[in-house]
């Protein structure tokens, strides 16, 4: 299993390309079940969730071709709608397939996504929505089985609770409806604008997008596009986290400040200089301690939850105290242990953490327990003294493209180990 090797103690100096976001790349592609024509998707980035979601609309006898950083899909030889449990159980976006499948074909028959480290992740939402659109849902053996006679129906989606998932199942669904569907309380994050203007690209007739009210108008079909995928907003949000923890000056290029407003305010409450260009974002943070910043993970536009072990890693060494409320998982406070044998002191009282910033990390062999923690303790051992190795990185080739080449550009000494 691979390990990373870091040599802390160094202020990271440089510019890092950011990539096409993670959490834009898999629903586009579960959008391209929906084109009755050739679509090519750029930008993509090459990780391992993206290759798995890959070869599982591949397993539905669509012709995809993944090449460079583009996605052909050509969906006429689609010839099942089958998504399996071992193909599912690695990547839970995989459910993003269902909408798609029973909008376009009437039926489809995917595994239930199994929970994960951080939480639970149910998808009743995802359920409820395409039944208020007509689908027949039933749950047996491990799998969601979807019909529909005929076309879905437009109607009126509540969701009991924000959940970008289920926007984009049912807003991917909708747009094949017959009939006018509104989705309420929709979830409002870049990446379901993304999803939405590619869509629109296809042909849809969608209204409202970054709002939390959704109103789209079906159509017979749907054609394929060039699109390509909106910059990662986290992985930004990440490498930027490096310049603060250890003192340094970090430029990301290919990005969109737009995006992550709430972080770059959070960088500026910790003492940082951020200069924001039309692509880029540069933060500096002048060889300073950063100060701790308390906040509370909401969804968008306030602080995203997939920020918040990254935050949590820069407090540690942080001037003063800070609180961190974590309301949208049940169990995302895994990097804290972790954290702690680097010398972190972090108070945790159910979803609420209380971080006192100490003057150094120091380095200890730590673990991995899911992606944004993984990047956490990256950071950490940036900022730490001495050699820290990480186990179970697999998780975080899951979200970080090239990871230790963008962080060797910047000056970490970074090596990845086997075994
Ligand atoms: C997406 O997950 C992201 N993943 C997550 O990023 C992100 O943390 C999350 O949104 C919140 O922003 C992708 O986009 C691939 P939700 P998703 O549905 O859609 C509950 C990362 O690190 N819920 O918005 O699964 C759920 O349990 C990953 O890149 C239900 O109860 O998240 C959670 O508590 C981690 N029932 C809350 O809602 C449902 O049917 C938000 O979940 C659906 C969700």
């Given amino acids: 299993m691979d390990k990373f090797l870091i040599q802390g103690g160094q202020k990271l100096e440089g510019e890092v390309r950011i990539s096409g976001a993670k959490n834009a790349a898999l629903p586009l592609l579960a959008a391209t079940i929906l084109a009755d024509s050739p679509i090519r998707i750029s930008n993509m980035p090459n990780l391992r969730d993206v290759n798995t979601l890959v070869k599982l609309i591949a397993g539905l006898g669509v012709a995809i071709e993944y090449a460079g950083d583009t996605v052909t899909a050509d969906t006429s030889t689609l010839n099942n709608q089958f998504a399996p449990y071992d193909l599912v159980k690695t990547m839970r976006a995989s459910i ?3 909408g798609p499948l ?3 074909y009437g039926e489809a028959k995917v595994s239930l996504p199994g929970g994960c480290a951080i939480g639970s992740r149910p998808v009743d939402q995802h359920l409820k929505a395409l039944e208020a659109l007509g689908a027949h849902i039933e749950v047996e053996n491990g799998y969601v089985h979807a019909k529909v006679d005929g076309r879905l129906k437009g109607g009126e989606v509540i969701f009991d609770m924000v959940t970008v998932g289920g926007t984009e199942n049912i807003l991917m669904a909708a747009t094949l409806a017959d009939g006018v569907t509104t989705i309420r309380n929709a979830a409002r994050e870049p990446e379901i604008t993304d999803l939405a203007n590619m ?4 042909g849809a007739k969608i209204e409202g997008l970054d709002t939390d009210t959704l109103v789209v108008t079906g159509v017979e079909s749907l054609h394929g596009c060039d699109y390509a995928v909106v910059a990662d907003r986290i992985e930004t949000g990440s490498y930027l986290a490096a310049a603060a923890i250890t003192g340094g000056r970090v430029r990301t290029t290919h990005t969109d400040p737009a995006l992550l407003e709430c972080i770059l305010d959070k960088f500026e409450e910790m003492g940082a200089e951020v200069t924001r260009g039309e692509d880029w974002i540069e933060l500096d943070m002048q060889g300073k301690r950063p100060k701790a910043v308390s906040f509370r993970t909401l969804p968008h536009p306030d602080f995203p939850t997939d920020m918040q072990a990254q935050i949590m890693a820069v407090n540690a060494i942080g001037r003063g105290f800070a609180t961190i409320s974590e309301t949208i998982f049940e169990n995302r406070f895994m990097h804290v242990p972790e954290l702690s044998r680097m010398g972190a002191n972090i108070q ?3 979803n609420d953490a ?3 910033g100490v003057e150094k990390l ?6 991995a327990t899911d992606l944004r923690a993984s ?3 990256v950071l950490a051992a940036l900022a730490a003294e001495g050699e820290t190795l990480i186990d179970r990185i697999y998780h975080i080739d899951r979200g970080y493209e090239h990871i230790e080449a963008k962080l060797q550009g910047i000056g970490a000494k970074i090596k990845r180990v086997s075994g």
């Fill in 199 to 202: 869509l629109i690209k296809m």
């Fill in 348 to 350: 945790v009282e159910g």
């Fill in 362 to 367: 120091s380095a200890a062999p730590v673990m």
């Fill in 354 to 356: 209380v971080v006192t």
């Fill in 102 to 104: 029973v909008a376009r």
């Fill in 96 to 98: 993003l397939v269902l």
């Fill in 375 to 377: 990047f956490s303790l």
